[in-house]
Each structure stands twice: as structure tokens, then as C-alpha cells.
């Protein structure tokens, strides 16, 4: 990735039950958290099959989702030309099975792409997280307990996307490169549909591994905002909620385990929500209506959350008031009302 010069911080020397997590969410940027997760029992196996046989050995048959790629794609998840479709097959089956099928093409230069993305670590491979297991040992877990997820596959490329929560991605089998862009690149990465997505999230149209400027030249901008980070097993990448990033897997046998976490609780619901209803209900009006929009939307809602509601005697500041879970229902009915008339 000679494209991109600025390599993401790492941090040495830190012992698992010590992991600075209070410190990496106020600072807001992406850190490698080099070995941390290295004793693991699944990080220290010797070879591709023996990875699979450990794997196997928690698996207790329930039907997982995997992604099928041609070899002519190189482990990109994508599009076909026209946007209008997603260019690979998924399908649904046994565990066992698809990670026999990596191993019988691990040797392949011109094999398929396989991909097991996001599969729930406590549901599909019971007991792993006993022997595997980041140390959660800060308050804000407690409130916001967070998912775990297992990545499995080949050589791949998860196109460049947000998620909207905090990660903490272990690297345990295999090399993975990340390339993260911060969120106000959003422009210059070209999103692709709302939907199909390859995976839940927008991805982007442009290679940013062999950038076309002519078509994308705002890509330029975003790759020198961008940062790379390349993880060996063992190692951890801490990034912030909506960093975009681009995730290779580098061997023929790779696996990660990923936690998000939110730091709101449950009964708030999802931006993405409030991103459809805006093109529903602004996008498309005056120019000079959206600016006074923008300024009532900095006023209730990207200003301090006190502020719309301070100057109202507490008995009447209602929605204005902070959120519980009983105003957050009541508010969610009141929409659903509102958008079904």
C-alpha cells in the first residue's frame, strides 16, 4: 500500500488484563495493540489445518453464511459492473465443510475466494471465548456488552466501509492489512447503493488499492488523510465508531475475532435510521429550507444535549429532557404514528 505513507500508531508492552481502553476511545484514533492478544491458544497453533481442527472442535453444527467469489474477482466483494447487483455467491451450510474447502485450495494461486464474515462467536462456536478472550475489564462494558464476531476465509478484501460502533479487531490466524480513513472522508470514497451491500454498510466504488483518479479524484484527498495498519498474528487494532476501513486478508488461511461495542445504551436507536428518513423528508427540499434545517439540526441535535431544553422548567422540556428507555419508547411510537399516516 506505497499509496499511503502514514502507518497507524502502535503500542508496545501491554499486558492483557491492562489494555487502555478508556484512554483509546477519548483519543479517537486508530491504535495496533501489538502481541496483546498472542497467548491465545488459537494465535499460537501451527498450521492452517491444525487452526481448522481447533475451530471444529467448538463448532456444534448450527448453519453459518459463507461468501463465494471467482478467482478472476481477487477476494474483492463487490459489485457487478452496472452496481445493480452484489458479484459473488452466498449460501448457508456447515462449518466444518467450508473450512475443508479452504484447506483443499490452499495451495491454489487461482483459487476461489471464500469469506465466513460476522458469524457470532458465543452462538456458533460455544465455549471459544473461554480459551480466546480479550479482557473486558472496564466499567463501560458493563453497561454495553459487546459482540463478538469470528472472520474466516482465504485471500479476501472487505471493500473500504463504516461500522457504527467501536472495534477491536484480534488478528489470530494469518496476516490482515487495514487501511482506515476517518469519517469526514466520506465524500472523497465514493459510497456505492444504500443497497445491495456486500455486507450491511455502505462499501466504496473506487479501488483504493489501484486508484483510477480520473474517474475518483477525490480518492487523492482521502488517501492522504489515510493510515495502514498491518497486523501479524496476536496483534489488535483499536478503531473509533464510522472510520472507514479496508480489511485484506494477506494468507491462504486466515481468521480474526472482532468485538464492537456502543457507548449508548440499547434503547437509542440506529443513525442510519435518522440518514433514510432525512433523504426522505430533506434531501430533496429548497436549498434555503436546508440550511435553516441545518441550523435547527446543530440547535436539537449536534449541539450540547442540554442546551435545546435548559431554559424550559424541567415539567415541560419532555422530548427535549435526556433519554430513558420510556421516552425512547414512547418517542419510537410517536414516529411510527407519524411516518404511517
Same mark, same amino acid.
Request: hydrophobic share 40%; with cysteine; net charge negative.
Given at each position: ?6 502507518? @497507524? ?30 497467548d ?13 481442527? &481447533?475451530?471444529?472442535? &467448538? ?14 474477482? #481477487?477476494?474483492?466483494?463487490? &459489485?457487478?459492473?452496472?452496481? @445493480?447487483?452484489?458479484d459473488?455467491?452466498?449460501?448457508q451450510?456447515d ?9 483443499a485450495?490452499?495451495?491454489?494461486p ?16 460455544p ?6 478472550d480479550?479482557?473486558l475489564?472496564h466499567?463501560?462494558? @458493563?453497561?454495553?456488552p459487546?459482540?463478538v464476531?469470528?472472520?474466516?476465509g482465504?485471500? @479476501? ?6 461500522d ?9 490466524i494469518g496476516? #490482515?492489512?487495514?487501511?482506515l480513513f476517518p469519517?469526514e472522508?466520506v ?12 455486507g450491511?454498510q455502505?462499501?466504496?466504488m473506487?479501488?483504493?488499492?489501484a486508484?483510477?483518479f480520473?474517474r ?21 487494532? &483499536?478503531?473509533?465508531a464510522?472510520w ?9 488461511? *486466515?481468521v480474526?475475532?472482532n468485538?464492537?461495542? *456502543? ?16 433523504l ?12 435553516a434545517w ?6 436539537y441535535v ?10 424550559l422548567p ?17 418517542l ?5 404514528r407519524?411516518?404511517?399516516?
Open positions: 500500500m506505497a499509496l499511503i505513507a502514514r502507518k @497507524t500508531r502502535i503500542i508496545e508492552g501491554v499486558e492483557p488484563h491492562n489494555i487502555p481502553f478508556e484512554e483509546l476511545v477519548a483519543e479517537g484514533k486508530p491504535a495496533v495493540i501489538k502481541g496483546v492478544a498472542s491465545w491458544p488459537l494465535a499460537c497453533v501451527d498450521s492452517p489445518q491444525q487452526a481448522a481442527s &481447533y475451530l471444529k472442535s &467448538y463448532y456444534r453444527g448450527r448453519r453459518v453464511t459463507a461468501f463465494t467469489a471467482r478467482p478472476e474477482l #481477487r477476494g474483492r466483494f463487490g &459489485y457487478t459492473d452496472d452496481a @445493480t447487483q452484489l459473488f455467491d452466498s449460501d451450510g462449518l466444518g465443510e467450508y473450512l475443508d474447502r479452504i484447506l485450495h490452499i495451495d491454489d487461482a483459487a476461489p475466494s471464500f469469506y465466513i464474515g460476522s458469524t457470532d462467536v458465543d452462538l456458533f462456536l465455549g471459544f471465548r473461554a480459551e480466546n480479550l479482557m475489564d466499567d463501560m462494558f @458493563t453497561a454495553n459487546p459482540m464476531s469470528v472472520w474466516i482465504n485471500r @479476501t478484501t472487505a471493500l473500504a466501509h463504516h457504527l460502533s467501536h472495534n477491536m479487531a484480534c488478528c489470530l496476516r #490482515r492489512r487495514f487501511t469519517p472522508q465524500a472523497n470514497l465514493y459510497p456505492g447503493p444504500l443497497e445491495p451491500t456486500p450491511g455502505v462499501v466504496t473506487a479501488n483504493i488499492s486508484p483510477d480520473e475518483f479524484p477525490g480518492l487523492r484527498e482521502a488517501l492522504d488523510a489515510g493510515e495502514v495498519a498491518e497486523l501479524e498474528p496476536g496483534d489488535v487494532l &483499536y478503531f473509533p464510522m472507514w476501513h479496508q480489511v485484506d486478508a494477506l494468507d491462504t488461511f *486466515n480474526m475475532v468485538y464492537w461495542w *456502543n457507548l449508548v445504551p440499547d434503547f437509542m436507536d440506529t443513525p442510519q435510521n435518522t440518514l433514510l428518513h432525512a426522505l423528508s430533506l434531501r430533496d427540499r429548497p436549498e434555503a429550507e436546508k440550511r441545518r441550523a435547527m439540526f446543530d440547535y449536534f449541539g450540547p444535549a442540554e442546551r435545546a431544553g435548559e431554559h424541567e415539567t415541560a422540556r419532555g422530548n427535549l429532557a435526556p433519554l430513558d428507555e420510556f421516552k425512547a419508547r414512547r419510537r411510537a410517536l414516529l411510527l407519524r411516518l404511517n399516516r
